[in-house]
């Protein structure tokens, strides 16, 4: 038997039976706290939130709160102590970058300053949200250049720090060249009339100084559309050509004297109002044309050149995918100025490696400034001007990176390790790998007559067939090379065929072609194949206008004549001579002759309009490629690591 009570439950004392109460409440009550710590603390900092952005637009500085705390924090706790600028006395290429200060109209939209400038860093803070899209953070990009200037800095600081040494290393029989560059709408025309205005101070007062007479002489055109205008001379026309030896002569163009400082600035002032602007997407007022003053140093009695300041405002670049609600010629305008601008820096890095062959025939541009890159006493200082705003540091990224790329590698140099890597492997009798052999089997031969596959070494290619139509050649145009109207003979009248200068104009040609092809060759940013192809029929588009043009003008002159000549037939039979058989051979010769004259005229329409229909496609291919993964730009632009403070290049 179960003693007694075995079977009662043992009671539950008061306090057992309130503890889980009271654990909860406590619980809820602790929320409670927190949640209204957590309210009170969202109240505060919205309330401080709310005064920084009050503080900020009594500033000047409107815009998102929070970027603008995360540069402010960088620049007072990560950015490095900046340094002071010395001359660039005996730099071949010296790099410049200029930070321009925040503009009314970029505040008035609530923009912000994104760019950090510390002499010789700059970073990039390249404002961005993560995936959740909702917290922010700043991807910095570094770069470092010989000189960089923030918004505090005057032109004169960055004329007395890279510009004025070349004025001295001028007056010495030097080739010294000054290039403005950047996005739209960055300071480069403001920078560079500064610029203009001391080399013409301290040019004619070293000039005085000196005891021989030098004579000034000023010329100043630009290029705009792959066409030279001279800017001094009612924007005549100028034909940019090589002569046999080499020399690169622009016909026409208008030299004036100069004797005093002011004279030289009031021609450069003529020259600057006369430049051609437009209207594009970044700029109400935007530079369209390279700009090129040339300050020609020579000896008073014999002429003779001492030396060249060449000052060239570059056209505002744009990125392609900024040219898409353009019209076809401000898309060929960009075209033209983004292959130019690619040219210079193919040639500028050149000039930095003394190698033995510079690209320059690959622009207009380029062409034109061929002593400033062969001869060898020549110095280049280049100034990449910047905007500070958030909404432009994209642009800013790939300014910078343009500027980083003139001296970051040496040109051809890869090339030129893997042929030696093979020829030391035969010299060894070693067998080379078919990856290195194959690489050195690429580097570009020099050209024999015009490169034809198979053909002997010295045998000349001859020049495309033409179909005759009424005595009037119409050339038959390769696919993709855009062919000159042809006449038969050269400038001299001299067939083609019996002058033995074609082989070196056709090997000339073929070297422009070589030069064309290798910008695209290391494109990272695009398919190169479709941008090689576009900036060709651009290129291309650019000469079969002049053709039609020209051929255009030819046309109304002999029709002109015809008609004439009608006249007259019209007036003989009507008059005494009434020879019906001699009047209806000779109007049906002249009808027939009319005919001819509009079938050519409308084959070169029509293959010009089939070309600008190509430029239309590629312009659309173009504009619907990806963007260019963040990570691989990024890559390019900062190559991974911060540069060192204090370490030069």
Same mark, same amino acid.
């Given at each position: ?183 739209? #709408? ?5 920078? &560079?009339?500064? *610029?203009?205005?001391?080399? %013409?101070?301290? @040019?004619?007062?070293? +000039? $005085? ?36 030896? #080499? ?5 026409? &163009?208008?030299? *004036?004297?100069?004797?005093? %400082?002011?004279? @030289?600035?009031?021609? +450069? $002032? ?36 001492? #030396? ?342």
């Amino acid at each position: 038997m179960k003693p007694a009570g075995a079977n009662k439950v043992p009671s539950k004392s008061p306090m057992n039976n309130d503890g889980p109460k009271k654990s909860c409440l406590s619980e809820i009550q602790r929320m409670q706290r927190e949640r209204d710590e957590r309210r009170r603390n969202m109240e505060l900092a919205k309330q401080e939130r709310l005064a920084e952005e009050a503080r900020n637009r009594e500033m000047g500085t409107p815009g998102d709160v929070d970027f603008q705390r995360m540069i402010r924090n960088y620049r007072e706790k990560e950015a490095p102590p900046e340094q002071q600028h010395q001359p660039s006395e005996d730099m071949k290429i010296c790099i410049c970058v200029r930070k321009r200060p925040i503009s009314q109209k970029e505040i008035k939209r609530k923009d912000y300053d994104s760019v950090t400038c510390a002499n010789p860093l700059v970073v990039v803070h390249d404002c961005k949200l993560k995936v959740d899209g909702i917290s922010k953070y700043l991807d910095n990009t570094p770069f470092e250049f010989d000189h960089t200037f923030s918004e505090f800095d005057n032109t004169d600081d960055i004329y007395l720090c890279s510009v004025q040494p070349l004025v001295d290393f001028v007056t010495s029989g030097g080739r010294a060249t000054v290039f403005a560059y950047g996005q739209t #709408g960055s300071g480069k025309t403001f920078t &560079m009339q500064g *610029v203009q205005k001391f080399v %013409a101070e301290d @040019l004619f007062a070293l +000039i $005085d100084a000196m005891d021989s007479p030098i004579q000034v002489y000023v010329s100043y055109f630009e290029i705009y559309g792959g066409r030279c205008q001279d800017l001094l001379n009612n924007r005549n026309r100028l034909n940019v050509r090589e002569d046999g030896s #080499g020399e690169v002569v622009v016909s026409d &163009m208008l030299e *004036v004297v100069a004797d005093s %400082a002011a004279t @030289l600035q009031s021609i +450069i $002032d003529t020259g600057n109002r006369n430049r051609t602007t437009h209207a594009t997407e970044s700029n109400d007022e935007s530079s369209r044309s390279h700009a090129i003053c040339q300050i020609a140093l020579k000896h008073g009695s014999t002429d003779q050149l001492l #030396g060249r300041f060449s000052l060239i405002d570059l056209a505002g670049s744009e990125r392609g995918a900024d040219t898409k609600s353009h019209n076809r010629q401000r898309r060929m305008e960009g075209a033209e100025i983004n292959k130019s601008l690619l040219a210079l820096k193919e040639c500028i890095r050149a000039l930095d490696s003394n190698s033995t062959h510079v690209p320059y025939r690959a622009s207009k541009l380029t062409l034109v400034l061929k002593d400033s890159f062969t001869n060898r006493k020549s110095r280049t200082v280049m100034i990449a001007t910047v905007s500070p705003a958030a909404s432009s540091a994209d642009h800013t990224i790939n300014t910078l990176r343009y500027a980083d790329r003139i001296k970051e590698r040496v040109v051809g140099g890869q090339q030129a390790k893997n042929a030696a890597a093979a020829a030391a492997a035969a010299a060894a009798g070693i067998n080379a790998s078919p990856s290195v052999q194959a690489l050195a089997n690429n580097i570009p031969q020099p050209p024999r007559g015009n490169g034809a596959a198979g053909a002997a070494p010295g045998i000349l290619t001859p020049p495309p067939s033409q179909d005759k139509v009424g005595g009037i050649a119409v050339p038959q145009r390769a696919e993709g090379k855009a062919a000159p109207v042809d006449t038969g003979y050269d400038h001299k009248g001299v067939a083609r065929g019996n002058n033995p200068a074609d082989e070196k104009r056709w090997a000339r040609e073929q070297e422009d072609d070589d030069d064309e092809a290798m910008l695209f060759a290391g494109d990272e940013d695009e398919d190169p194949s479709t941008v090689s192809a576009f900036h060709k029929t651009v290129s291309d588009l650019f000469e079969e206008e002049e053709d039609l043009l020209n051929l255009h003008m030819s046309v109304i002159q002999e029709n002109a004549e015809l008609l004439t000549e009608e006249g007259r037939l019209l007036q003989s039979i009507q008059g005494e001579n009434n020879d019906i058989d001699t009047y209806a051979t000779r109007l049906d010769q002249i009808l027939t002759r009319k005919q001819q004259l509009i079938d050519v005229l409308q084959q070169k329409l029509d293959h010009f309009r089939r070309s600008l229909q190509k430029e239309e496609t590629y312009s659309k291919q173009i504009a619907s490629q990806p963007a260019v993964k963040p990570g691989a730009g990024q890559a390019a632009a900062g190559r991974g690591k911060v540069p060192v403070p204090g370490k030069g290049r």
